[in-house]
């Protein structure tokens, strides 16, 4: 049996918005979507099937709109200031509060604030009324008979108000869509059982986000525990979920062309292929079919098993299919201007939806783009937003404006702060003290490394950036780097930590690692840090300084963008060592060999000092309780945290 | 007793602001709000109360990131285009599929398109692989121990995902605001009961409005039966809900300075009042107080008894302080900017809150006010939008560019007709018609009569215009208006229906009214249209031609703006008999005495007929079986429906 030919291969992909025509095309929705009649004070959010026409009038009946005096207009009219009519209870007027019907005879109501009492039984007034005034007359707000809210109507909760004022207690409206999800795999773990995973398994996780989501459409979601890698069990599954009454299927993973991925071998035995593979990324190996035999007439619909690329495919093809079932449309994402705060290449042929961190730097928006695998849900959970690359786009450049698609409020993206640069975990501690202020800031990292981030700064792209740049011709850190590639920029550097900074070896350190020199033996493996991070720089420093050439170091090439990640692939024994600070050393429980201590500071435009939420950010980082937080992690001291640096201090005050 | 003096006074009116910041002062929420542990993957819209730190990596291993096999990538390196490297399957190579663990040793992935199958155990390849390609590295999505997620961050479908990856099955989230809405009133049917209503008696459906838009935040909304106008009865209710655990209660109605307006004496024996009338209209009579004693440091709101006022006192006072419980900012609304279709005064000294019909006429959106009565729920739901008039302006100018807060979603405006000029139960059926296509269409209406709505297409406010203006001196309809009113402008004239105008009297004709001759009689009252109604013009003409002085009609100057809110007051007896068409008569079964035939047209600039919008409207106006519905209604003929009118056509083809 050879590895290659019974694998499916991809259809031609189609544009998400073919893919959502075909299957509705394939769909009789009369058919597939029944009508229900629901309770009226239950009905938000349902989508009206007929048209409801008002059993009662709102008011029935003339009423008093104002609290006061109901009299007849005409006993008024003589009255002038300082030329009073009187009036008498029972006789002339009546009292009545508002909401209460009027007198038989009477037409106008004179409010309390303008009404004398002359004597117990009756009142004085100074001025004439005129015919109805303050007077809520029958039908004013609905009449019976009349419609009140047509077909396919979304129920919203002021309609409930006016579907019990008017006397309805009952609607009609479309059932909500079934929809059922079915995870696969057999390393897929069932989150129900509480697992933890070991290598080559994973928690199955898509169908709680399924599962949100669809729910926020007003859909019905189901789900199932996960299924084997075989056909028969697949194909049993998805006819459980058809027999119980699901209108659309959903596989979880599988949908793509791997020995394993049964999606769509399945889906042709069940009924038939309408769409294999979305020319989006990620969301490609999307497949659509439409059962046929006993529960005909049902959308299939195999969603890959990567995170972002199953969300691609809910929300591009399926919420417009299950919106149009109960004849609505999306309601769609709110849309801005943002500049884009670095170069995004993308690989024409295909559309990509790249995550995008958003904040207001200055006066307008900047968006930073995240990180872009498929794999990444926190890629999504990041994000402020998302943009397009369109399909012949070979790419965004630098500064370029852009339309961000918000998956936030609109009012929420002023509290956030866009740091683009070195990561620390104290970012980290950071982030989650300013949630915690009365007005709550939402500290959002792209971590490039301490040169990403000047270059960021450069380009106005970010508030601030976290840098720890050492320069061994003056033993100073990030300002020679700022004078020369930044050069007559107002810029303010505040210290946020020294932190230490040193090689991170298994418990135990088995293979006896004392310093840079054994990172050329070649028994040892090495995971280094990306171009432009300042921890790579400090090594580059160290090894010169040892004389030992990158070429020599295993592993020299193989990169990682933070210090947790280099320190869980010495934890999984990936790597025997890499360089990093003593806080993710700590956090893994893996022994830390010292190397030096360095400073980590925020740079940041001396102009973004006077922006209040730098300001917050300076009087949290100040807090002596934030500051012995930060020393409990473990390598961190703060003797300057919190200062004004100044160039050539070094690690000195 | 007298009539005002037991009455309460309102304290000076504050502003929402002022009553939201008054509420958060008063109120503990560290000591109020609770945390909770729910399960992870019923987490979304929670609000976390702890910072999340993952317990697992993501993935836990370094797995593929394509199907493929697993190879040495140093293996490969000789690999070239028509020299290919041959690997030895279990030896050189694995097959893989995305997701699977990388056997030991193995650090690249080679796509199986790329692979050439040379033996059933053996492949070529005809490129090298870099070190780590298409490999998903331990910790690349999210590495063990590390922030996951802040505190007080509200979760998503993605962050349920996120959750489940790092291995939570389990968080510490805030729990929800529990609001207790009690209805008061003696005049307030119970909706549960499914009442109807006899004059005096109204519906309560205020409760399920809250209950709706609470829900809407997050929170956890209870509602109880309606409770009379006792203070006792009161009293006991506001505590026992306070007792079941209710950390916000809600009054509704009462809340005013009526004589049975007992909320605020309520607070006052329960706590303390916070304040007592707010700046904004409708809305102005909300109440705020804080518990004392056994159930100290809970909120008391006293919300208006008027709709429309109570959904301002819900969302301008209440949603910000039961978000900010949970740590929480409103997500506020999407704002456009938008011409204002026509003058608004407003008085000042109180905000003013204007409901607004909102569509795209030409190239920008127009707002259209819409009937401005806090007893008017009907005004929130046709709108659109909502405007603020602020507290010292005089009004709003015609074609003035306000500000409009979206109550819908932005994506639908473009499907939102904006109808302005007379009014006609055909519309309705229309409306309810165009909901029905497969691209539906929402038909909204601001009902100004026909020289009103002749006034809006001068204006470019409308996209078009009802209208059926009789001119005695030509016969002819419509055109000489518009040859007087709008001259030089381009415009069409499509009839909608030739319609049967006459008197609507009670069912029997009691009074036994032939004709117009008889409005003259001391023993009948009559209930006029607006003044611009085409059919107020219509009556005029008839009085004038029968000899008659509007003077010497009793009820001339009581006016209604619809047909049906004529025939409603016939059907209660509040008049004899009103002007209007046969529909509305035979919708509430009152006899009809024939006056006239007319022809009810639509009047649309000419360059709108390339609109696609209007474009379906005459489709849909023409099909034969929507005429048919309108023939079924009684009272409108249908010889023109749909056609081009031209100057002197009369009623004839």
Not at 7 to 23: C, D, F, G, K
Request: net charge negative.
């Amino acid at each position: 049996m050879s590895d290659t030919d019974d694998r499916n291969i991809y259809l031609s992909t189609i544009a998400p918005e073919e893919a959502v025509r075909r299957a509705k095309n394939a769909l009789d929705r009369a058919a597939l979507i029944r009508q229900e009649t629901v309770t009226a004070h239950e009905s938000c959010g349902r989508v009206t099937s007929q048209p409801i026409f008002a059993r009662c009038s709102s008011p029935t009946f003339h009423s008093a709109a104002m609290d006061g005096i109901a009299v007849r207009s005409a006993d008024t009219f003589a009255a002038r200031e300082g030329s009073p009519v009187t009036l008498a209870k029972g006789r002339d007027y009546a009292p009545v509060n508002t909401g209460h019907p009027l007198p038989e005879g009477m037409d106008a109501v004179v409010m309390i604030e303008h009404v004398e009492q002359a004597g117990d039984n009756s009142v004085r007034i100074e001025a004439p009324a005129f015919p109805w005034q303050h007077v809520r007359r029958i039908g004013e707000d609905i009449v019976a008979t009349e419609l009140l809210l047509p077909q396919n109507h979304a129920l919203s909760p002021y309609d409930v108000g006016a579907l019990l004022a008017a006397g309805i207690y009952e609607v009609d409206v479309w059932e909500r869509v079934r929809l059922t999800f079915i995870p696969t795999g057999d390393e897929v773990l069932d989150f129900t059982a509480r697992p933890t995973p070991k290598a080559g398994q994973v928690i199955e996780s898509n169908s709680q986000v399924f599962r949100a989501i669809a729910a926020s459409w007003g859909a019905q979601p189901s789900f199932t525990p996960p299924v084997p890698d075989r056909p028969e069990a697949l194909a049993a599954a998805v006819a459980n979920a058809l027999a119980g009454g699901a209108h659309i299927v959903v596989v979880g993973a599988g949908s793509s062309a791997g020995s394993k991925d049964f999606t769509r071998a399945t889906f042709e035995g069940l009924g038939r292929v309408l769409a294999h593979g979305i020319s989006v990324m990620p969301g490609k190996p999307t497949v659509l079919g439409v059962s046929e035999g006993e529960f005909a007439g049902r959308l299939l619909v195999g969603a890959p098993g990567y995170p972002v690329s199953a969300v691609v495919c809910l929300e591009d093809v399926l919420e417009p299919v299950v919106r149009w079932l109960v004849r609505q449309s999306p309601p769609g994402r709110t849309r801005i201007r943002a500049r884009l705060a670095r170069k995004t290449p993308s690989r024409p042929g295909l559309e990509e939806i790249v995550r995008l961190a958003v904040g207001k730097v200055g006066q307008g928006y900047v968006a930073a783009p995240l990180a872009r695998g498929a794999g990444l849900i926190t890629s999504l959970t990041k994000a402020q937003a998302v943009t397009r690359i369109p399909a012949q786009s070979e790419g965004l450049e630098q500064d370029a404006m852009i339309e961000a698609e918000l998956l936030t409020p609109l009012s929420g993206l002023d509290a956030v702060l866009v740091h683009i640069g070195s990561h620390d975990n104290i970012l980290d501690l950071l982030a989650n003290e300013l949630m915690g202020l009365a007005e709550p800031l939402q500290l959002v990292s792209s971590h490039v490394g301490s040169m990403g981030g000047l270059t960021a700064l450069k380009n106005g792209a970010a508030l601030f950036a976290g840098c720890h740049l050492f320069d061994p011709a003056t033993g100073d850190f990030n300002f020679p780097f700022l004078a020369k590639h930044l050069p007559g920029m107002d810029l303010t550097v505040l210290n946020l930590a020294i932190r230490h900074q040193g090689l991170m070896v298994a418990k135990g350190n088995p293979k006896g690692i004392r310093g840079v020199a054994d990172l050329a033996r070649p028994d040892i493996s090495f995971i280094n840090r990306q171009r432009g991070a300042g921890t790579r720089i400090l090594l580059d420093h160290h090894l010169s300084q040892a004389g030992i050439a990158p070429a020599s170091v295993r592993g020299y090439e193989r990169e990682e963008y933070t210090h947790m990640a280099v320190a869980v692939n010495v934890l999984t024994l990936a790597a025997d060592c890499g360089l990093g600070i003593f806080a993710a050393a700590k956090a893994l429980d893996l022994d830390f060999v010292p190397l030096a201590l360095e400073r980590y500071d925020l740079v940041l435009p001396t102009a973004h000092l006077s922006d209040p939420r730098i300001q917050t950010l300076r009087e949290v980082i100040g807090r002596e309780d934030f500051q012995r937080r930060m020393r409990d992690l473990g390598g961190y001291d703060t003797p300057l945290t919190g200062q004004m640096m100044r160039p050539g201090m070094g690690l000195g005050a």
